[in-house]
């Protein structure tokens, strides 16, 4: 099946500075891949959708000078949390998305997540 | 306010009984999806479903999605221990047909035990 993958899968940083998550869909392409995060007890957030080739579209209330993504290729996200604060500490998920079948239907595979520890 | 409803939040069920969890949305659902999540970890994909009525199998784990395409149920039959964790039902709530972005539950807590 269809594998994505998520580096690091654990980062402890200090404030002020920035830390890049990278997600990759290791044996398919995916031209739209999808940011989450997560919060304690609360679920999945969609943060943003990042499509290869132009630029990512954020959901509202997601600073996009904060959370910058770059669909840098057909199988590469990158999320980079800029100036990172103690309230940015999460649990970060990225998603692939696949199309197939006729009619065309959409699956999303997720990558195991970042967790992100801003002191 | 949440756009999908699961519940239960947490259930705990004696291992072997059967158990069932809901995912319940006030709009049309565009491709729901069931994931299984293990505290602090990745989801693991178990069935997506998209046409009213439809119902899908594996396994153990039923998931059917109603004529109205807005309530989901997922049931467990003869629950074994490697069922626990977390289940969390996620769709597109929107009109992009299950290509966007998906809205999730917050997750329903599943303790199996011995």
């Known amino acids: 099946g269809a594998v994505v993958s998520q580096h690091p899968s654990r980062v402890i940083c200090k404030s002020g500075t920035s830390v890049k998550i990278e997600c990759r869909s290791l044996?398919?392409?995916?031209?739209?891949m999808f940011w989450y995060r997560q919060f304690p007890k609360k679920s999945l957030m969609l943060m943003a959708t990042s499509n290869e080739g132009s630029k990512a579209t954020y959901e509202q209330g997601v600073e996009k000078d904060k959370f910058l993504i770059n669909h840098a290729s057909l199988t590469l996200s990158t999320l980079t949390v800029t100036s990172a604060h103690p309230e940015d500490s999460s649990f970060y998920i990225c998603?692939?998305?696949?199309?197939?079948?006729?009619?065309?239907?959409?699956?999303?595979?997720f990558g195991p997540g970042t967790r992100l520890t801003v002191t | 306010s949440q756009e999908l409803e699961q519940s239960p939040q947490s259930l705990i069920v004696q291992e072997g009984k059967n158990l069932t969890i809901n995912c319940t949305s006030s709009k049309t659902l565009y491709g729901l999806y069931w994931y299984k999540q293990k505290y602090g970890e990745g989801l693991i994909f178990l069935m997506m479903?998209?046409?009213?009525?439809e119902e899908k199998s594996h396994e153990k784990i039923t998931a059917k999605l109603d004529e109205k395409k807005q309530q989901s149920s997922l049931h467990i039959t003869a629950s074994q221990p490697s069922h626990a964790g977390i289940y969390l039902c996620?769709?597109?709530?929107?009109?992009?047909?299950?290509?966007?972005?998906?809205?999730f539950g917050k997750g329903t807590h599943l303790i199996i035990q011995p």
């Open positions: 998603s692939a998305r696949v199309g197939q079948g006729i009619p065309l239907s959409y699956e999303q595979y």
């Open positions: 479903l998209q046409k009213g009525g």
């Open positions: 044996d398919f392409q995916a031209t739209t």
């Open positions: 996620g769709a597109d709530i929107g009109s992009g047909g299950g290509a966007d972005g998906l809205t």
